[in-house]
Nanobody, 119 residues
């Protein structure tokens, strides 16, 4: 089992920045990829960014050039630096950990943190 604890959400003006953090605990040795997803009201959950154990990253087109995902192995923590935020970035952001060595992988989710971009 993997437990995920997110922090760092809040209210920010358009053009501002926020950094989200996600600390993993439990069976962290089994994690092969971590990432961030988001869900806006009335919309489906969508991928924002992912990072693998080999530091390969992937971003949604809508956030490329504005968001950066990174990780600190010593702290078992993944970060999402969000710059140049737009109102359409408003959503609940969820941390995800994908674990296992064979398909189907196990997916674990954090409780979510609200990000609101508004003037």
């Amino acid at each position: 089992q993997v437990q995920l604890m997110e922090s760092g959400g809040g209210l920010v003006q358009p053009g501002g920045s926020l950094r989200l953090s996600c600390a993993a605990s439990g069976s962290i040795f089994s994690i092969n990829r971590m990432g961030w997803y988001r869900q806006a009201p009335g919309k489906e959950r969508e991928l924002v960014a992912t990072i693998t154990r080999s530091d390969s990253t992937n971003y949604a087109d809508s956030v490329k050039g504005r968001f950066t995902i990174s990780r600190d192995n010593a702290r078992n923590t993944v970060y999402l630096q969000m710059n140049s935020l737009k109102p359409e970035d408003t959503a609940v952001y969820y941390c995800n950990a994908r674990a296992g060595t064979t398909i189907p992988y196990s997916n674990y989710w954090g409780q979510g943190t609200q990000v609101t971009v508004s003037s």
